[in-house]
């Protein structure tokens, strides 16, 4: 494997363990802090450090279409705003090895919904996929007892993780309607700052400008990790890897997120890794690959 490749590689496989370890940076900083709060400080900063890389890639700051504002706020409403809240208020209540399955299955309510919206086809291979990873985070969100779910026993925390994968669905399917005009980087930066702005209100009213004085260097460091490597950096690395070698290799990388996140919820919170989660995982992941395998895929060593 040629030098360049490799340290592609590591980089998508860092970017997997960037956005697994938001989960648990997430779970430590909501026992202090606020979801509105956490949310803010997380894309205030994130939106600083995005526009700047911006700036460096693009060389200037696009304009938004008049046409297209509507749908750019969209974005920053679904993936920022809606998506956080969510995200910090089930990471309070759940445990964050459960909460990273069920996000992980935001692929599959993306390529159902696409095929319905874009009229993108569903073969065989990615129904398949879709039963399975549909089936593992039943497993995970009723801990093994399906029946909990037919009566109803869905508790609050996964129902906000649920409002999550909700969220980023609604946001990669506006932000898929505006690539053509312009790059994931612009929209991600724009989302961001958006966002934040929209935090901003009740993160205030939460009680953050009192409490900041308050937050513990632990807090901070959680923080500033989801910003930078969880959003900032993990973006900026993923999307070099779509450049390079394609949506589809890229995108394998992805499935180790929710792999990641048990992982390190195992050796950094010493949550259990239950059976139930660990077929969960696997169903979940495998899943996925099979929704995201396109059928002229061809292997070959590199």
């Not at 974005?75 to 969510?86: E, H, K, P, S």
């Not at 599959?108 to 990615?126: D, G, H, P, Q, R």
């Not at 109803?152 to 994968?165: A, P």
């Not at 890794?273 to 169903?283: A, W």
Request: hydrophobic share 55%; glycine share 8%.
């Amino acid at each position: 494997m040629q030098p360049k490749k490799f340290v592609l590689y590591l980089k998508l496989l860092l970017t997997a363990a960037f956005w697994g370890g938001t989960f648990i940076a997430g779970k430590v900083v909501v026992k202090n802090v606020g979801p509105f709060s956490a949310s803010f400080l997380r894309f205030a900063q994130a939106a600083v450090c995005l526009f700047l890389v911006t700036w460096k890639v693009e060389g200037k700051f696009p304009v938004i279409k008049p046409a297209q504002i509507i749908a750019v706020f969209l974005l920053g409403a679904t993936g920022v705003f809606t998506y956080n809240i969510f995200f910090f208020k089930g990471l309070k209540i759940i445990e964050a090895s459960r909460a990273s399955i069920i996000i992980a299955t935001c692929p599959i309510f993306i390529a159902i919904l696409s095929s319905f919206l874009f009229k993108e086809k569903l073969n065989l291979i990615k129904i398949i996929g879709i039963i399975i990873s549909v089936t593992g985070a039943v497993i995970v969100i009723s801990r093994g007892n399906l029946i909990e779910i037919v009566n109803g026993g869905l508790g609050r925390g996964e129902l906000y993780i649920f409002f999550c994968v909700l969220s980023w669905t609604a946001y990669s399917l506006i932000g898929k309607s505006l690539m053509t005009d312009y790059s994931p980087l612009v929209l991600v930066s724009f989302a961001s700052a958006i966002g934040a702005a929209a935090l901003f209100p009740p993160a205030y009213f939460e009680g953050m400008m009192s409490a900041l004085s308050h937050y513990s260097v632990t807090d901070w460091l959680c923080i500033f990790y989801l910003a930078i490597f969880g959003t900032v950096i993990g973006f900026v690395w993923y999307y070099e890897g779509i450049k390079k070698i394609g949506p589809v290799k890229a995108g394998l990388f992805i499935n180790f997120v929710p792999i990641w996140g048990v992982t390190l919820a195992f050796l950094i919170l010493a949550e259990p890794v239950t059976l139930s989660l660990l077929i969960g995982t696997v169903l979940v992941v495998s899943g996925v690959y099979l929704t995201n395998k396109t059928p002229t895929e061809i292997t070959r060593n590199e």
